[in-house]
């Protein structure tokens, strides 16, 4: 895994929490999986509302919902 070195600004009471209860090598390790989950998250999110926004536009489109009510017929078939 390839690292780059970054220079962050933090509040100070932020970063003196921090200090308090990460020991002294392991600030970057922990710094890294906190962004990483973060940014995870942030995709995830993005993700959700993109295809929350494309479900809409979908449940929109007429000409779509009348070639679905034509096939319903065929979905529920044989399944009793």
Do not use: C, H, Y
């Amino acid at each position: 895994m390839e690292q780059v070195r970054v220079n962050l600004t933090l509040e100070r009471e932020v970063w003196g929490k921090f200090s308090a209860i990460v020991p002294r090598r392991k600030k970057s390790k922990v710094i890294n999986e906190l962004l990483k989950n973060e940014v995870e998250k942030t995709i995830r999110l993005n993700e959700e509302k993109a295809l929350s926004s494309a479900f809409q536009e979908a449940s929109r489109n007429k000409q779509r919902l009348e070639v679905i009510r034509e096939w319903e017929p065929l979905d529920a078939e044989g399944w009793d």
